[in-house]
């Protein structure tokens, strides 16, 4: 986790983000992704290699069902 400054960044906002606030936020920054808790901007992120997002995207988008919070499925 990192705490430099990111206001920089462009933040782009989760589509899956729900309306009590819980969601993250991603910016892409050279070759990393960035990503930040929306409801905490100016604390920790996390950044990973490009294509380390890219592996999790692909690895998402082909499950075959989506489990939420306390294991039940979304």
Same mark, same amino acid.
């Given at each position: 986790? @990192?705490?430099?400054? *990111?206001? %920089? =960044? &462009?933040? @782009?906002?989760? *589509?899956?983000?729900?309306?009590? #606030? ?7 920054? %050279?070759?990393?992704?960035?990503? @930040?808790?929306?409801?905490?901007? =100016? ?6 290699? %490009?294509?380390?997002?890219?592996? =999790?995207? &692909?690895? =998402?988008?082909?499950?075959? @069902?989506?489990? %939420?919070? #306390?294991?039940?499925?979304?």
């Amino acid at each position: 986790m @990192r705490n430099e400054d *990111s206001s %920089g =960044f &462009t933040w @782009r906002k989760s *589509s899956y983000s729900g309306a009590d #606030g819980q969601c993250v936020e991603v910016a892409f920054v %050279g070759g990393a992704v960035i990503i @930040r808790d929306s409801g905490k901007p =100016f604390e920790s992120y996390i950044a990973f290699p %490009g294509w380390h997002w890219q592996a =999790f995207v &692909t690895a =998402f988008a082909d499950s075959d @069902r989506l489990v %939420g919070p #306390g294991g039940s499925e979304g």
